[in-house]
């Protein structure tokens, strides 16, 4: 019965390189403290490397037997997540007819007043907020009109209680951001600060890249979800498609 709590496969993937990501790569190699874009985070697009990177995943899962392919598509509603689903989608990584669900509570973590800026940006512009953060740590720091990662947590709980109602038992696919790939991990496995920092510490989330749950009835006492796979990239490597592992383009995107 513990099962009937649980998908049989959750599968992780952050969105494909975006504009922004380019545009914050410009800003920091021109030492700018802000980063030139021109529309909401929100609706920041994909590059064309990230459709590509969309694409050449959307056709690793194709190569997949029909049972192996995931039958529910959950989204960030942020353009740049959405554009990496429809591609996937469109490249034979899910049924054409499958829909894509938005879910706000998967979107980006909120940077509120530090939005835009680079990190040279917050030190210059918003040195008390740079202070406050080195303080209290990136997991519990929060920029007026931002989250902390303990507020993307929060919204994240209730995400996977959504799951688990509506779609147990089920193959079911997340395409979101980096910082809410870190935070899924934390409430699956049951991490503490210290433990996610450490993986975030460790290396950048690749844009497309998956992290995979699949059902154990052995786990713990009644069973759970056990990663397989964390940050893999294999889908663009075998299209010797270039992997790109930008943290996004608004500062503290990882925090």
């Not at 940077?111 to 990136?138: H, N, V, W």
């Not at 209680?161 to 809410?180: C, P």
């Not at 991990?185 to 920092?197: C, K, P, S, T, V």
């Amino acid at each position: 019965m513990a099962s009937l709590h649980w998908p049989s496969q959750l599968i992780i993937v952050r969105h494909g390189q975006s504009a922004g990501n380019v545009a914050r790569d410009e800003a920091t190699e021109a030492q700018s403290d802000r980063i030139a874009l021109s529309v909401r985070d929100a609706d920041v697009p994909l590059s064309e490397l990230g459709r590509e990177q969309a694409q050449a995943l959307g056709h690793w899962f194709a190569s997949e037997a029909e049972d192996h392919r995931p039958e529910v598509l959950l989204s960030s509603p942020y353009l740049r997540a959405f554009q990496t689903a429809q591609v996937f989608r469109e490249a034979g990584g899910a049924r054409a007819d499958e829909p894509i669900c938005f879910d706000e509570r998967l979107r980006e973590k909120e940077f509120g007043i530090l939005d835009g800026l680079t990190t040279s940006g917050i030190r210059k512009l918003e040195a008390e907020q740079y202070e406050f953060r080195r303080m209290l740590g990136k997991f519990y720091h929060r920029p007026p009109g931002g989250e902390s990662w303990c507020d993307v947590i929060l919204r994240l709980r209730s995400v996977m209680d959504t799951i688990s109602l509506h779609y147990a038992g089920r193959r079911v696919m997340i395409f979101t951001h980096q910082v809410v790939v870190l935070c899924l991990r934390y409430i699956i496995e049951g991490l503490d600060e210290a433990e996610i920092l450490a993986i975030d510490r460790a290396g950048d989330v690749a844009n497309c890249a998956i992290s995979d749950y699949v059902y154990d009835p052995s786990h713990g006492r009644n069973g759970g979800l056990v990663l397989c796979r964390y940050n893999v990239t294999a889908p663009m490597e075998e299209e010797a498609t270039p992997v790109t592992r930008e943290p996004d383009a608004i500062a503290g995107a990882r925090g």
